[in-house]
Protein backbone atom coordinates (compact mmCIF):
# COMPACT_ATOMS: atom_id res chain seq x y z
CA UNK A 1 0.00 0.00 0.00
CA UNK A 2 1.74 3.39 -1.19
CA UNK A 3 0.23 7.18 -0.13
CA UNK A 4 2.17 10.23 -1.01
CA UNK A 5 2.82 12.32 2.28
CA UNK A 6 4.53 15.60 2.97
CA UNK A 7 6.64 15.44 6.10
CA UNK A 8 7.86 19.08 6.82
CA UNK A 9 7.92 20.10 10.51
CA UNK A 10 8.48 23.43 12.29
CA UNK A 11 11.41 25.52 12.51
CA UNK A 12 13.43 25.63 16.05
CA UNK A 13 15.87 27.76 17.02
CA UNK A 14 17.91 27.04 20.71
CA UNK A 15 21.46 28.12 21.88
CA UNK A 16 22.09 24.38 21.91
CA UNK A 17 20.84 21.37 20.87
CA UNK A 18 21.50 18.19 22.80
CA UNK A 19 21.38 14.79 20.98
CA UNK A 20 20.92 12.15 23.32
CA UNK A 21 19.63 11.95 27.20
CA UNK A 22 22.61 9.72 28.83
CA UNK A 23 24.47 10.68 31.65
CA UNK A 24 27.04 13.33 29.74
CA UNK A 25 24.56 15.17 27.64
CA UNK A 26 22.35 15.47 30.73
CA UNK A 27 25.39 16.53 32.91
CA UNK A 28 26.03 18.75 29.89
CA UNK A 29 22.92 20.82 30.10
CA UNK A 30 22.64 21.07 33.88
CA UNK A 31 26.44 22.41 33.97
CA UNK A 32 25.57 25.21 30.72
CA UNK A 33 22.16 26.14 32.86
CA UNK A 34 25.33 27.10 35.91
CA UNK A 35 27.10 28.70 32.93
CA UNK A 36 24.90 30.40 31.19
CA UNK A 37 21.55 30.75 32.97
CA UNK A 38 19.70 32.75 29.68
CA UNK A 39 20.69 30.27 27.15
CA UNK A 40 17.96 28.34 25.70
CA UNK A 41 18.56 24.49 25.26
CA UNK A 42 16.72 21.61 23.49
CA UNK A 43 17.59 17.78 24.47
CA UNK A 44 15.98 15.39 22.07
CA UNK A 45 15.97 11.58 23.08
CA UNK A 46 14.55 9.08 20.62
CA UNK A 47 12.48 7.57 23.99
CA UNK A 48 12.08 8.74 27.09
CA UNK A 49 14.97 10.81 28.99
CA UNK A 50 15.02 7.45 31.22
CA UNK A 51 16.10 5.19 27.96
CA UNK A 52 19.97 5.53 27.32
CA UNK A 53 22.71 3.20 28.05
CA UNK A 54 23.72 5.16 31.26
CA UNK A 55 20.40 4.07 32.39
CA UNK A 56 20.96 0.43 32.31
CA UNK A 57 24.35 0.73 33.90
CA UNK A 58 24.86 -1.68 36.97
CA UNK A 59 28.38 -1.83 37.98
CA UNK A 60 28.92 1.92 38.87
CA UNK A 61 31.34 4.74 38.27
CA UNK A 62 35.15 4.36 38.61
CA UNK A 63 36.62 7.52 40.94
CA UNK A 64 40.17 6.87 42.70
CA UNK A 65 41.04 8.88 45.79
CA UNK A 66 43.58 11.32 45.74
CA UNK A 67 46.47 8.49 46.90
CA UNK A 68 44.96 6.11 44.34
CA UNK A 69 44.64 7.81 41.12
CA UNK A 70 48.16 7.03 40.03
CA UNK A 71 46.64 3.59 40.73
CA UNK A 72 43.85 4.32 38.39
CA UNK A 73 45.93 6.01 35.75
CA UNK A 74 47.90 2.75 35.65
CA UNK A 75 44.71 0.55 35.20
CA UNK A 76 43.49 2.14 32.66
CA UNK A 77 46.61 2.12 30.59
CA UNK A 78 47.57 -1.48 30.87
CA UNK A 79 43.53 -2.12 30.08
CA UNK A 80 44.04 0.39 26.79
CA UNK A 81 46.67 -1.82 25.36
CA UNK A 82 48.72 0.76 24.72
CA UNK A 83 47.08 3.00 22.94
CA UNK A 84 45.38 5.35 25.63
CA UNK A 85 46.12 9.12 25.45
CA UNK A 86 48.25 9.66 28.32
CA UNK A 87 47.11 13.12 28.71
CA UNK A 88 43.50 12.21 28.35
CA UNK A 89 43.49 9.91 30.96
CA UNK A 90 45.12 11.91 33.39
CA UNK A 91 42.75 14.60 33.00
CA UNK A 92 39.63 12.34 33.00
CA UNK A 93 40.22 10.35 35.80
CA UNK A 94 41.99 12.82 38.66
CA UNK A 95 38.71 14.33 38.50
CA UNK A 96 36.85 10.93 39.92
CA UNK A 97 36.00 12.40 43.36
CA UNK A 98 34.65 15.48 42.23
CA UNK A 99 32.41 13.55 39.55
CA UNK A 100 31.22 11.94 42.55
CA UNK A 101 30.64 14.96 44.72
CA UNK A 102 28.87 16.79 41.85
CA UNK A 103 26.61 13.32 41.30
CA UNK A 104 25.69 13.59 44.76
CA UNK A 105 25.15 17.26 44.54
CA UNK A 106 22.20 16.42 42.33
CA UNK A 107 20.92 13.86 44.23
CA UNK A 108 21.89 10.61 43.92
CA UNK A 109 22.40 8.65 46.75
CA UNK A 110 25.66 6.04 46.80
CA UNK A 111 25.81 2.89 48.94
CA UNK A 112 27.31 2.90 52.40
CA UNK A 113 29.06 0.19 54.10
CA UNK A 114 28.11 -0.75 57.87
CA UNK A 115 30.33 1.87 58.96
CA UNK A 116 28.57 4.85 57.28
CA UNK A 117 31.20 5.02 54.69
CA UNK A 118 30.72 5.51 51.13
CA UNK A 119 30.91 1.72 49.91
CA UNK A 120 33.62 0.69 46.92
CA UNK A 121 33.18 -2.27 44.98
CA UNK A 122 35.78 -3.74 42.71
CA UNK A 123 35.47 -5.04 38.64
CA UNK A 124 37.68 -6.86 36.54
CA UNK A 125 41.37 -4.78 35.69
CA UNK A 126 41.09 -2.63 39.16
CA UNK A 127 43.69 -3.19 41.19
CA UNK A 128 41.80 -1.65 44.19
CA UNK A 129 37.82 -1.10 45.18
CA UNK A 130 36.91 1.82 43.62
CA UNK A 131 33.61 1.79 42.55
CA UNK A 132 30.95 3.70 43.94
CA UNK A 133 27.52 1.83 43.11
CA UNK A 134 23.57 2.25 43.93
CA UNK A 135 23.01 -1.22 44.17
CA UNK A 136 23.52 -2.71 41.21
CA UNK A 137 20.97 0.14 39.60
CA UNK A 138 23.87 2.45 39.45
CA UNK A 139 22.90 4.14 35.86
CA UNK A 140 19.08 4.43 36.93
CA UNK A 141 19.98 5.94 40.67
CA UNK A 142 22.20 8.50 38.12
CA UNK A 143 19.66 9.26 35.21
CA UNK A 144 16.72 9.54 37.74
CA UNK A 145 18.54 12.22 39.79
CA UNK A 146 19.86 13.99 36.62
CA UNK A 147 16.41 14.21 35.14
CA UNK A 148 14.85 15.73 38.23
CA UNK A 149 17.00 18.71 38.06
CA UNK A 150 16.30 18.78 34.38
CA UNK A 151 12.93 19.34 34.86
CA UNK A 152 13.59 21.82 37.16
CA UNK A 153 15.05 23.81 34.42
CA UNK A 154 12.65 26.20 32.38
CA UNK A 155 15.29 27.16 29.82
CA UNK A 156 15.40 23.28 28.74
CA UNK A 157 12.94 21.62 26.39
CA UNK A 158 12.85 18.49 26.05
CA UNK A 159 11.65 16.43 23.08
CA UNK A 160 11.06 13.11 23.73
CA UNK A 161 9.89 10.87 20.81
CA UNK A 162 12.19 12.70 18.27
CA UNK A 163 15.04 11.38 16.11
CA UNK A 164 17.60 13.35 14.40
CA UNK A 165 17.98 12.67 11.22
CA UNK A 166 21.44 14.75 9.67
CA UNK A 167 23.02 17.50 10.95
CA UNK A 168 22.66 20.99 9.52
CA UNK A 169 26.27 22.99 8.19
CA UNK A 170 27.50 24.92 6.07
CA UNK A 171 30.67 26.56 5.13
CA UNK A 172 31.70 29.80 7.11
CA UNK A 173 34.10 32.54 5.55
CA UNK A 174 37.99 31.49 5.77
CA UNK A 175 36.70 27.73 6.78
CA UNK A 176 38.02 24.86 4.61
CA UNK A 177 35.33 23.09 2.94
CA UNK A 178 36.40 19.90 4.15
CA UNK A 179 36.01 20.98 7.56
CA UNK A 180 32.10 22.78 7.66
CA UNK A 181 30.66 24.44 10.43
CA UNK A 182 28.04 22.55 12.15
CA UNK A 183 24.66 25.10 12.78
CA UNK A 184 21.44 22.49 13.81
CA UNK A 185 20.26 19.71 12.86
CA UNK A 186 16.56 17.89 10.98
CA UNK A 187 14.89 15.97 13.49
CA UNK A 188 11.78 13.43 12.91
CA UNK A 189 9.29 13.80 15.18
CA UNK A 190 7.99 10.57 15.62
CA UNK A 191 4.21 10.60 16.44
CA UNK A 192 3.49 13.10 13.93
CA UNK A 193 5.78 11.86 11.32
CA UNK A 194 6.70 15.02 10.45
CA UNK A 195 10.87 16.47 10.51
CA UNK A 196 11.61 19.68 12.21
CA UNK A 197 14.60 21.86 11.24
CA UNK A 198 16.37 23.09 14.56
CA UNK A 199 18.68 25.60 14.51
CA UNK A 200 21.31 25.81 17.05
CA UNK A 201 24.72 28.16 18.58
CA UNK A 202 26.24 24.67 19.27
CA UNK A 203 24.94 21.25 19.30
CA UNK A 204 26.04 18.00 21.21
CA UNK A 205 26.43 14.34 20.37
CA UNK A 206 25.57 12.53 23.73
CA UNK A 207 24.06 9.71 21.50
CA UNK A 208 25.71 6.25 23.25
CA UNK A 209 27.06 3.34 21.32
CA UNK A 210 25.90 1.16 18.88
CA UNK A 211 25.35 -2.40 20.55
CA UNK A 212 22.39 -3.19 17.74
CA UNK A 213 24.66 -4.13 15.10
CA UNK A 214 25.58 -7.17 16.74
CA UNK A 215 23.10 -9.98 17.31
CA UNK A 216 23.71 -10.18 21.13
CA UNK A 217 23.84 -6.66 22.95
CA UNK A 218 23.59 -5.46 26.56
CA UNK A 219 22.34 -1.64 25.17
CA UNK A 220 18.60 -0.39 24.79
CA UNK A 221 16.82 -0.26 21.08
CA UNK A 222 18.28 3.36 20.87
CA UNK A 223 22.04 2.48 20.69
CA UNK A 224 22.14 2.45 17.09
CA UNK A 225 25.63 4.69 16.29
CA UNK A 226 23.34 7.66 15.38
CA UNK A 227 26.08 10.40 16.37
CA UNK A 228 28.94 9.15 15.18
CA UNK A 229 26.99 8.13 11.67
CA UNK A 230 25.81 11.74 11.23
CA UNK A 231 29.18 13.48 11.90
CA UNK A 232 30.84 11.39 9.79
CA UNK A 233 28.25 12.33 7.10
CA UNK A 234 29.26 15.80 7.58
CA UNK A 235 32.89 15.48 7.37
CA UNK A 236 34.15 14.97 10.95
CA UNK A 237 37.00 11.80 11.24
CA UNK A 238 36.21 8.83 13.61
CA UNK A 239 38.63 6.64 15.08
CA UNK A 240 39.23 3.81 17.41
CA UNK A 241 35.45 1.55 15.74
CA UNK A 242 37.46 -1.71 15.34
CA UNK A 243 37.84 -1.73 19.75
CA UNK A 244 34.20 -2.79 20.60
CA UNK A 245 34.09 -3.72 23.89
CA UNK A 246 32.00 -7.03 24.65
CA UNK A 247 30.69 -7.64 27.85
CA UNK A 248 31.51 -11.45 29.07
CA UNK A 249 28.22 -11.74 31.03
CA UNK A 250 24.82 -11.02 29.14
CA UNK A 251 21.62 -13.33 30.72
CA UNK A 252 21.38 -15.99 28.05
CA UNK A 253 17.38 -16.33 28.21
CA UNK A 254 15.10 -17.32 25.05
CA UNK A 255 12.59 -14.89 26.28
CA UNK A 256 14.87 -12.09 28.07
CA UNK A 257 16.89 -9.60 25.94
CA UNK A 258 19.49 -7.42 26.46
CA UNK A 259 19.95 -7.91 30.58
CA UNK A 260 23.39 -7.63 31.77
CA UNK A 261 24.71 -9.69 34.73
CA UNK A 262 26.92 -6.94 36.39
CA UNK A 263 30.79 -7.70 36.17
CA UNK A 264 30.65 -6.78 40.05
CA UNK A 265 29.24 -10.14 40.40
CA UNK A 266 33.23 -11.39 39.60
CA UNK A 267 34.62 -8.40 41.53
CA UNK A 268 32.46 -10.28 44.18
CA UNK A 269 33.86 -13.41 43.55
CA UNK A 270 31.59 -15.33 40.71
CA UNK A 271 33.21 -18.32 38.74
CA UNK A 272 32.66 -19.23 35.31
CA UNK A 273 32.55 -22.70 34.71
CA UNK A 274 31.92 -25.13 31.89
CA UNK A 275 28.31 -26.13 31.44
CA UNK A 276 28.80 -30.07 31.06
CA UNK A 277 31.64 -30.72 33.72
CA UNK A 278 31.32 -27.86 35.62
CA UNK A 279 34.96 -26.54 35.60
CA UNK A 280 36.18 -23.43 35.53
CA UNK A 281 38.11 -22.32 33.09
CA UNK A 282 39.96 -19.03 33.28
CA UNK A 283 42.83 -20.35 34.38
CA UNK A 284 43.53 -21.45 30.97
CA UNK A 285 43.26 -17.82 29.96
CA UNK A 286 44.12 -15.39 32.65
CA UNK A 287 46.14 -17.64 35.50
CA UNK A 288 46.55 -14.90 37.36
CA UNK A 289 43.56 -12.74 37.47
CA UNK A 290 41.13 -15.81 36.50
CA UNK A 291 37.45 -13.90 36.25
CA UNK A 292 39.04 -10.92 37.28
CA UNK A 293 41.15 -10.17 33.92
CA UNK A 294 39.80 -7.89 31.49
CA UNK A 295 37.25 -7.66 29.77
CA UNK A 296 38.71 -8.41 26.02
CA UNK A 297 40.26 -11.20 27.85
CA UNK A 298 36.96 -12.71 29.74
CA UNK A 299 34.61 -12.14 26.42
CA UNK A 300 37.53 -14.08 24.24
CA UNK A 301 37.67 -16.95 26.68
CA UNK A 302 34.13 -17.66 27.28
CA UNK A 303 33.60 -17.53 23.31
CA UNK A 304 36.26 -19.77 22.79
CA UNK A 305 34.47 -22.39 25.22
CA UNK A 306 31.18 -21.99 23.24
CA UNK A 307 33.11 -22.64 20.19
CA UNK A 308 34.89 -25.53 21.30
CA UNK A 309 31.74 -26.86 23.28
CA UNK A 310 29.36 -26.22 21.03
CA UNK A 311 27.24 -25.28 24.25
CA UNK A 312 25.22 -22.02 23.47
CA UNK A 313 26.85 -20.45 27.16
CA UNK A 314 28.73 -20.85 29.85
CA UNK A 315 27.55 -20.84 33.51
CA UNK A 316 28.48 -17.62 36.06
CA UNK A 317 28.16 -19.16 39.49
CA UNK A 318 28.35 -17.20 42.97
CA UNK A 319 26.14 -19.73 44.92
CA UNK A 320 29.18 -19.67 47.53
CA UNK A 321 28.00 -16.75 48.53
CA UNK A 322 25.49 -15.83 51.32
CA UNK A 323 21.85 -15.20 49.74
CA UNK A 324 20.89 -12.03 52.23
CA UNK A 325 24.13 -10.71 50.80
CA UNK A 326 23.66 -11.11 47.01
CA UNK A 327 19.86 -9.72 47.53
CA UNK A 328 21.68 -6.67 49.07
CA UNK A 329 24.23 -6.22 46.85
CA UNK A 330 22.17 -7.10 43.79
CA UNK A 331 19.02 -6.85 43.92
CA UNK A 332 17.44 -6.21 40.39
CA UNK A 333 19.57 -8.82 39.24
CA UNK A 334 18.89 -11.61 42.18
CA UNK A 335 14.63 -9.91 40.98
CA UNK A 336 15.06 -10.64 37.24
CA UNK A 337 17.28 -13.96 37.43
CA UNK A 338 14.05 -14.87 40.43
CA UNK A 339 11.52 -13.79 37.86
CA UNK A 340 12.91 -16.13 34.80
CA UNK A 341 13.12 -19.14 37.36
CA UNK A 342 16.95 -18.80 38.45
CA UNK A 343 18.28 -18.35 42.08
CA UNK A 344 21.33 -16.96 42.05
CA UNK A 345 22.13 -17.94 45.78
CA UNK A 346 21.05 -21.58 44.26
CA UNK A 347 21.27 -21.59 40.72
CA UNK A 348 23.75 -21.39 37.61
CA UNK A 349 23.52 -18.52 35.75
CA UNK A 350 24.01 -19.22 31.98
CA UNK A 351 25.93 -16.29 30.20
CA UNK A 352 27.33 -15.10 26.47
CA UNK A 353 29.09 -12.18 25.33
CA UNK A 354 27.32 -9.37 23.94
CA UNK A 355 28.33 -6.34 22.51
CA UNK A 356 28.29 -3.81 25.18
CA UNK A 357 30.82 -0.65 24.80
CA UNK A 358 32.00 1.21 21.20
CA UNK A 359 35.34 2.03 22.21
CA UNK A 360 35.72 4.62 19.50
CA UNK A 361 33.84 7.41 18.45
CA UNK A 362 34.11 10.98 16.72
CA UNK A 363 37.24 12.38 17.39
CA UNK A 364 37.46 14.88 19.92
CA UNK A 365 39.65 16.43 22.50
CA UNK A 366 38.50 16.07 26.38
CA UNK A 367 36.40 19.05 26.18
CA UNK A 368 34.59 17.54 23.21
CA UNK A 369 35.54 19.64 20.70
CA UNK A 370 35.76 18.03 17.10
CA UNK A 371 36.82 18.70 13.79
CA UNK A 372 33.83 20.42 13.01
CA UNK A 373 32.91 24.22 14.30
CA UNK A 374 30.32 24.54 16.46
CA UNK A 375 30.25 20.67 17.37
CA UNK A 376 30.51 19.17 20.41
CA UNK A 377 31.15 15.05 21.16
CA UNK A 378 30.65 13.53 24.67
CA UNK A 379 31.20 10.26 26.68
CA UNK A 380 30.40 6.99 24.88
CA UNK A 381 29.89 8.94 21.05
CA UNK A 382 33.09 10.74 21.24
CA UNK A 383 37.09 8.98 20.71
CA UNK A 384 39.31 10.82 23.28
CA UNK A 385 41.87 8.36 23.91
CA UNK A 386 40.50 7.61 27.28
CA UNK A 387 39.75 3.55 26.74
CA UNK A 388 42.86 2.85 24.10
CA UNK A 389 41.99 0.15 22.80
CA UNK A 390 39.95 -1.54 25.44
CA UNK A 391 37.81 0.11 28.48
CA UNK A 392 38.38 -0.28 31.49
CA UNK A 393 35.22 -1.28 33.71
CA UNK A 394 33.30 1.59 35.06
CA UNK A 395 35.21 4.39 33.57
CA UNK A 396 32.16 5.33 31.42
CA UNK A 397 29.97 7.00 33.66
CA UNK A 398 33.08 9.07 34.73
CA UNK A 399 33.66 9.84 31.12
CA UNK A 400 30.31 10.96 30.95
CA UNK A 401 30.42 13.07 33.72
CA UNK A 402 33.45 15.12 33.44
CA UNK A 403 33.45 15.16 29.42
CA UNK A 404 29.59 16.70 29.62
CA UNK A 405 30.71 19.46 32.13
CA UNK A 406 33.87 20.17 30.50
CA UNK A 407 32.13 20.28 27.24
CA UNK A 408 29.31 23.03 28.61
CA UNK A 409 32.04 25.44 29.82
CA UNK A 410 34.38 25.14 26.18
CA UNK A 411 30.73 25.57 24.70
CA UNK A 412 30.09 28.80 25.93
CA UNK A 413 32.19 30.86 23.73
CA UNK A 414 30.30 29.69 20.77
CA UNK A 415 26.70 30.11 22.71
CA UNK A 416 28.19 33.73 23.08
CA UNK A 417 29.10 33.99 19.25
CA UNK A 418 25.98 34.86 17.06
CA UNK A 419 25.02 32.41 14.39
CA UNK A 420 25.33 34.01 11.41
CA UNK A 421 24.11 31.77 7.99
CA UNK A 422 26.17 31.95 4.93
CA UNK A 423 23.38 30.40 2.88
CA UNK A 424 19.71 29.92 3.14
CA UNK A 425 19.08 27.01 5.23
CA UNK A 426 15.96 25.25 3.68
CA UNK A 427 13.29 23.32 5.56
CA UNK A 428 12.36 19.44 5.03
CA UNK A 429 11.06 19.63 1.71
CA UNK A 430 10.07 16.43 0.31
CA UNK A 431 6.97 14.66 -0.93
CA UNK A 432 7.31 10.83 -0.18
CA UNK A 433 5.67 7.60 -0.90
CA UNK A 434 5.15 5.82 2.30
CA UNK A 435 5.01 1.90 1.06
CA UNK A 436 4.16 -0.05 4.23
CA UNK A 437 5.19 -3.60 2.85
CA UNK A 438 8.85 -1.96 1.36
CA UNK A 439 9.27 -0.87 4.94
CA UNK A 440 8.36 -3.85 6.18
CA UNK A 441 10.67 -5.94 3.77
CA UNK A 442 13.51 -3.32 4.28
CA UNK A 443 13.90 -4.03 7.72
CA UNK A 444 14.54 -7.10 7.18
CA UNK A 445 18.38 -5.78 6.86
CA UNK A 446 18.51 -5.76 10.59
CA UNK A 447 18.12 -9.35 11.34
CA UNK A 448 20.65 -10.12 8.79
CA UNK A 449 23.54 -7.38 9.68
CA UNK A 450 23.67 -8.38 13.00
CA UNK A 451 23.96 -11.48 12.54
CA UNK A 452 26.70 -10.78 10.24
CA UNK A 453 28.38 -8.84 12.31
CA UNK A 454 28.38 -11.00 14.90
CA UNK A 455 30.17 -14.02 12.73
CA UNK A 456 32.37 -11.79 10.77
CA UNK A 457 33.23 -8.57 12.62
CA UNK A 458 32.74 -9.87 16.39
CA UNK A 459 34.93 -11.25 19.37
CA UNK A 460 37.32 -12.93 16.71
CA UNK A 461 38.11 -11.64 13.48
CA UNK A 462 39.83 -12.89 10.12
CA UNK A 463 40.84 -11.17 6.56
CA UNK A 464 38.58 -13.42 4.65
CA UNK A 465 35.40 -12.91 6.74
CA UNK A 466 35.81 -9.10 7.21
CA UNK A 467 36.26 -9.11 2.93
CA UNK A 468 33.10 -10.74 3.00
CA UNK A 469 31.44 -8.51 5.59
CA UNK A 470 32.20 -5.74 4.08
CA UNK A 471 31.00 -6.93 0.59
CA UNK A 472 27.92 -7.56 2.54
CA UNK A 473 27.77 -4.52 4.49
CA UNK A 474 27.91 -2.35 1.03
CA UNK A 475 25.13 -4.16 -1.02
CA UNK A 476 22.93 -3.61 2.14
CA UNK A 477 24.06 -0.02 2.26
CA UNK A 478 23.20 0.80 -1.39
CA UNK A 479 19.42 -0.54 -0.80
CA UNK A 480 19.24 1.21 2.00
CA UNK A 481 20.36 4.93 0.59
CA UNK A 482 18.15 4.15 -2.20
CA UNK A 483 15.50 3.80 0.36
CA UNK A 484 16.62 6.74 2.19
CA UNK A 485 16.26 9.13 -0.96
CA UNK A 486 12.75 7.77 -2.32
CA UNK A 487 10.39 6.73 0.59
CA UNK A 488 8.92 8.51 3.75
CA UNK A 489 12.01 9.07 6.48
CA UNK A 490 10.87 6.53 9.75
CA UNK A 491 12.77 6.24 12.74
CA UNK A 492 13.50 2.51 11.69
CA UNK A 493 15.02 3.81 8.51
CA UNK A 494 17.17 6.36 10.27
CA UNK A 495 18.35 3.72 12.86
CA UNK A 496 19.28 1.06 9.74
CA UNK A 497 21.06 3.74 7.60
CA UNK A 498 23.34 4.72 11.00
CA UNK A 499 23.87 1.04 11.59
CA UNK A 500 24.78 0.40 8.28
CA UNK A 501 27.10 2.70 8.23
CA UNK A 502 28.48 2.31 11.48
CA UNK A 503 28.71 -1.14 10.61
CA UNK A 504 30.99 -0.36 7.69
CA UNK A 505 33.28 1.84 9.53
CA UNK A 506 33.86 -0.97 11.86
CA UNK A 507 35.01 -3.18 9.15
CA UNK A 508 37.15 -1.30 7.62
CA UNK A 509 38.92 -0.20 10.83
CA UNK A 510 39.19 -3.58 11.89
CA UNK A 511 40.93 -4.55 8.17
CA UNK A 512 43.33 -2.07 8.55
CA UNK A 513 44.44 -2.86 11.87
CA UNK A 514 46.46 -5.49 11.30
CA UNK A 515 47.33 -7.23 14.46
CA UNK A 516 45.36 -8.24 17.74
CA UNK A 517 45.38 -5.58 19.98
CA UNK A 518 42.79 -4.65 23.22
CA UNK A 519 39.16 -5.46 21.91
CA UNK A 520 40.00 -6.40 18.47
CA UNK A 521 41.50 -9.79 18.04
CA UNK A 522 42.54 -11.11 14.63
CA UNK A 523 42.95 -14.62 14.32
CA UNK A 524 45.40 -14.70 11.20
CA UNK A 525 47.03 -11.45 13.09
CA UNK A 526 47.63 -12.80 17.22
CA UNK A 527 50.63 -11.20 17.62
CA UNK A 528 50.63 -7.37 18.54
CA UNK A 529 52.43 -4.72 16.55
CA UNK A 530 55.85 -3.19 17.41
CA UNK A 531 54.09 0.23 16.27
CA UNK A 532 50.92 1.34 18.24
CA UNK A 533 49.08 3.09 14.97
CA UNK A 534 46.67 5.19 15.46
CA UNK A 535 43.10 4.18 13.40
CA UNK A 536 42.06 7.16 12.07
CA UNK A 537 38.88 7.02 9.27
CA UNK A 538 37.25 10.08 7.35
CA UNK A 539 35.03 10.70 4.77
CA UNK A 540 36.76 10.40 1.24
CA UNK A 541 39.56 8.35 2.64
CA UNK A 542 40.90 6.25 -0.49
CA UNK A 543 40.42 3.12 1.77
CA UNK A 544 43.00 0.26 1.14
CA UNK A 545 40.64 -2.62 2.31
CA UNK A 546 38.54 -2.02 -1.04
Not at 198 to 222: D, E, I
Request: charged share 25%; proline share 3%; hydrophobic share 40%.
Amino acid sequence: MEYTISQRGQRYAFDALVIGSGIAGLCYALELVEQRPLASIAILSKESLYDSNTFYAQGGIAAATADDVSSHIADTLSAGDGLCNEDAVATLLQEGQESVAYLMKQGVHFDHDETDALALGQEGGHSNRRIYHVGDQTGTAIVQALVARIKECPRITVFEKHTAVNLITQIAPHQPACFPEVIGAYVLDELAGIIHTVMARVVVLATGGAGKVYRYTTNPSVATGDGVAMAYRAGARVGGLEFYQFHPTLFYHPKINNFLISEALRGEGAYLRRPKTGERFMQRYAPEAMELATRDVVARAIFSEIEQSNDDYVYLDIRHKDKAFLQRRFPKIYETLLNAGFDLSQDLIPVVPAAHYMGGGVISDVEGRTDLGRLFAVGETAFTGLHGANRLASNSLLEGSVMGRHAARASCHAIDTPLHLHQAIEDWDSTSVLDLRRASQINVHWRGLRGEMSSYAGIIRTDAGLRDQLKLVLARRDMIEEYYWKYAITRDLIELRNIILIAELIVRSALNRRESRGGHYREDYTEKSSHAMESVLKVNDVSRTE
